[in-house]
């Protein structure tokens, strides 16, 4: 079970950092992404990091604006996410994947978290 939270409200140029935590003890074996979806759109990749941290993968719109990491130790998955847009605003999920290397395809994930509102205002 994958629970999101942090989002909120935040002005553009600003920063934020969203979580999911996870339950179970095979969280550590897991590799996690993130995905959003905004009204009207589809859901679409955002950043993914492999089961030990080594390695991350982002897509082009976030990149060099944000940063994955997890600590299995606290079954915990962040986006620390600055510099925001308005086209940053999304419902952002995270998902956990069993399958290796890190993908970015939504479909190759087989748990999701039940999402958590990003809004970046003008």
């Known amino acids: 079970q994958l629970q999101a939270s942090g989002g909120g409200l935040v002005q553009a140029g600003g920063s934020l950092r969203i979580s999911c935590a996870g339950s179970?003890?095979?969280?550590?074996?897991?590799?996690m992404g993130w995905f959003r979806q905004a009204p009207g759109k589809e859901r679409e990749f955002v950043a993914a990091?492999?089961?030990?941290?080594?390695?991350?993968h982002y897509a082009d719109s976030v990149k060099g604006r944000s940063t994955i990491s997890r600590d299995n130790a606290k079954n915990t998955v962040y986006l620390q996410m600055n510099s925001l847009k308005p086209d940053d605003t999304a419902v952002y999920y995270c998902?956990?994947?069993?399958?290796?290397?890190?993908?970015?395809?939504?479909?190759?994930?087989?748990?999701w978290g039940q999402g958590t509102q990003v809004t970046v205002s003008s």
């Open positions: 998902a956990a994947a069993t399958i290796a290397p890190i993908t970015t395809r939504a479909h190759e994930y087989q748990y």
């Open positions: 179970g003890r095979r969280f550590s074996s897991y590799q």
């Open positions: 990091i492999s089961w030990s941290g080594g390695s991350t």
